[in-house]
């Protein structure tokens, strides 16, 4: 019975299929990852796989030795390439050339089947899903700008064309202990314009400088499929802050300032 309930374990874990996540940028290629676990001894003309998408689009297939671009559908011609040298070690990976925003989104599944190496033609291991995974194709951003009005208070960032969705955060250091705050998202005005053409978006935030002991503000912009943050910094006038903006926490912090002078 132990025996038994420890057998059926293992089949589970092996059956198990990980989802991943593959995030690349347009135009690049990048690596659709996949290892089987096979004996030592097989050879390429035991092995059959193939990768498809969501849409049970083929994008490679490959049978007992050979690679069968017959099955491969249009959208993948010559944009996927597999490694045959690492093949009889199990490693069935896949390289997607020059991914688009198309292709964001899509989940590949590799499927495999193992032959027995010799005598009447049986599988080692039939037909079954061995990798799937989610592909997230991003667009860098570019051109981070900050222009701060200190009459005003008010200071605009704006960044142009990348995707996804940009994460925006504002944050304002204090000269007096060089802490860091982190402004509230209710206070800042974010508006991303997608383009109807290319899909990318293009964003402006503005914000209201709060009175306080600033001596800078800055304006962070994540990319979230990158995970690349760009950031613009604007360095204050000294003391501009308070003056414009007084508030409570301003007017204690000018008298703390005081005290140390005096
Ligand atoms: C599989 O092969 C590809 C291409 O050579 C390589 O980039 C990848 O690191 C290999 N994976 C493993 C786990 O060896
Ligand atoms: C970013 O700025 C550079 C130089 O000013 C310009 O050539 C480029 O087109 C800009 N990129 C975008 C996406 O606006
Ligand atoms: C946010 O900005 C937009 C466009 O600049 C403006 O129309 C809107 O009134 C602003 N909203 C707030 C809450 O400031
Ligand atoms: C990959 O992109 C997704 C979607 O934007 C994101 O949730 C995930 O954190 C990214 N992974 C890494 C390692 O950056
Ligand atoms: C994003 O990058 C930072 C370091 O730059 C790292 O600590 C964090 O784990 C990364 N996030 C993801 C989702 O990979």
């Given at each position: 019975m132990f025996i038994i309930s420890v057998a059926c374990f293992l089949l589970l874990v092996s059956d198990a299929t990980d989802v991943l996540h593959v995030n690349t940028t347009v135009g690049e290629f990048t690596v659709l990852p996949c290892i089987l676990m096979l004996p030592a001894t097989t050879g390429?003309?035991?092995?059959?796989?193939?990768?498809?998408?969501?849409?049970?689009?083929v994008?490679?297939?490959?049978?007992?030795?050979?690679?069968?671009?017959?099955?491969?559908?249009?959208?993948?011609?010559?944009?996927?390439?597999?490694?045959?040298?690492?093949?009889?070690?199990?490693?069935?990976?896949?390289?997607?050339?020059y991914p688009t925003l198309e292709d964001n989104h899509r989940v590949f599944h590799a499927f495999a089947a193992v032959f027995a190496s010799r005598g009447i033609k049986r599988y080692i291991f039939e037909h079954r899903e061995i990798c799937q995974m989610?592909?997230?194709?991003?667009?860098?951003?570019?051109?981070?700008?900050?222009?701060?009005?200190?009459?005003?208070?008010?200071?605009?960032?704006?960044?142009?064309?990348?995707?996804?969705?940009?994460?925006?955060?504002?944050?304002?250091?204090?000269?007096?202990?060089?802490?860091?705050?982190?402004?509230?998202?209710?206070?800042?005005?974010?508006?991303a314009v997608q383009d109807p053409q290319d899909h990318l978006y293009s964003l402006t935030s503005t914000i209201v400088i709060p009175g306080g002991p600033y001596q800078?503000?800055?304006?962070?912009?994540?990319?979230p499929t990158l995970n690349v943050t760009l950031i613009a910094t604007h360095i204050l006038n000294k003391g501009e802050a308070e003056r414009s903006r007084p508030s409570l926490a301003g007017a204690l912090m000018v008298a703390a300032a005081a005290v140390l002078i005096y």
């Open positions: 390429l003309k035991q092995l059959r796989f193939y990768w498809q998408d969501d849409r049970a689009y994008l490679y297939s490959f049978n007992e030795g050979k690679e069968m671009p017959e099955h491969v559908n249009e959208l993948y011609r010559d944009r996927i390439t597999a490694f045959p040298q690492d093949m009889t070690g199990g490693n069935i990976s896949v390289k997607l050339q989610t592909l997230h194709v991003a667009v860098p951003y570019e051109n981070i700008s900050l222009t701060v009005n200190e009459e005003t208070m008010t200071a605009v960032c704006t960044i142009q064309r990348g995707f996804p969705k940009p994460l925006v955060e504002w944050r304002l250091q204090s000269h007096s202990d060089n802490t860091q705050h982190l402004l509230d998202p209710q206070d800042v005005n974010s508006t800078s503000v800055a304006c962070l912009v994540h990319n």
